[in-house]
């Protein structure tokens, strides 16, 4: 059983590990792995490698294998030519709560309702840093969505601006002046959420 | 107070995050592989200013293979 990678243009280079397999909708090449990979992180490595050499590689979403032939050329030319940068925004977690938290039971669920109440002031402050640092880099699409402690976000970029994004990001330019936590940002990656979204069955 | 300071920023290409140890640049990579959606909601019943009922609820969103791969599976 091979391993689906994503598809590319036909006559694109392709790195070690890699074959095309067949050709599909016309000019484009389905791209599989030479040996079943099992782990995802592994299929993460490779599919990346492919972005890196391959013109307009288009990935296939991590959690299936079976795709619409009209939507993926569809979202091909929409995304195959981008990338994603992925930012996570995690909060810091106070000790202040800890060292005062009561031990009597009406006590407890305050104390643990306020302590809810905070973390979603933190979660819509966190989300609203996002969409502010979303809006002054003006990708050509978003999308945001929570994770344990914080958000993360995905932004589509085409390949051409990688340079300029790269170098917002590691010059901290887009500096928030707040207390919440830390914001990790890495890239560019293939755009695997975007693919994610424009080839779910029901999208 | 907590003091205010610029937001912490860091940024680590793709190669970084893969072959890191580093939890965040992990988390990150599994922010990636895993597309699922963790829902809680609460509900408090109070009456003058006393809390008497909490009803808290968490549900679990995500793909029917994932599910089915059970604990563990990426």
């Given at each position: 059983m091979t391993t689906l990678l994503g598809w590319t243009r036909s006559g694109g280079r392709l790195p070690p590990g890699?074959?095309?397999?067949r050709m599909v909708n016309g000019n484009l090449v389905e791209i599989v792995a030479v040996s079943e990979l099992s782990e995802l992180r592994a299929r993460l490595a490779l599919l990346q490698k492919c972005f890196r050499i391959s013109d307009g590689f288009l990935p296939a979403p991590?959690?299936?294998?079976?795709?619409c032939t009209d939507r993926m050329a569809a979202a091909f030319e929409r995304i195959g030519d981008c990338g994603q940068f992925s930012l996570h925004l995690h909060f810091v977690r106070s000790d202040e709560g800890a060292a005062t938290a009561p031990t009597t039971g009406r006590g407890f669920l305050r104390h643990r309702r306020q302590s809810n109440s905070d973390a979603r002031k933190a979660r819509t402050v966190g989300a609203e840093v996002l969409r502010d640092i979303s809006e002054r880099l003006k990708p050509r699409g978003q999308s945001l969505r929570p994770i344990g402690t914080g958000f993360a976000m995905d932004l589509l970029f085409p390949r051409g601006q990688e340079a300029s994004v790269r170098n917002l990001f590691s010059s901290g330019q887009?500096?928030?002046?707040?207390?919440l936590g830390q914001l990790v940002a890495s890239g560019l990656w293939a755009p695997v959420g975007f693919a994610a979204e424009a080839l779910a069955p029901d999208g | 107070m907590a003091e205010r300071r610029p937001l912490d920023m860091v940024f680590a290409t793709p190669e970084d995050a893969l072959s890191a140890r580093d939890e965040r640049l992990v988390d990150l990579v599994d922010g990636l592989l895993d597309h699922g959606v963790v829902l809680h909601g609460e509900v408090w019943l109070t009456v003058a200013g006393i809390d008497l009922v909490y009803l808290g609820l968490s549900a679990v969103l995500t793909t029917a293979d994932k599910i089915q791969a059970g604990p563990g599976a990426a």
């Open positions: 890699c074959l095309a397999k991590l959690g299936h294998d079976a795709m887009l500096g928030v002046d707040i207390h | -």
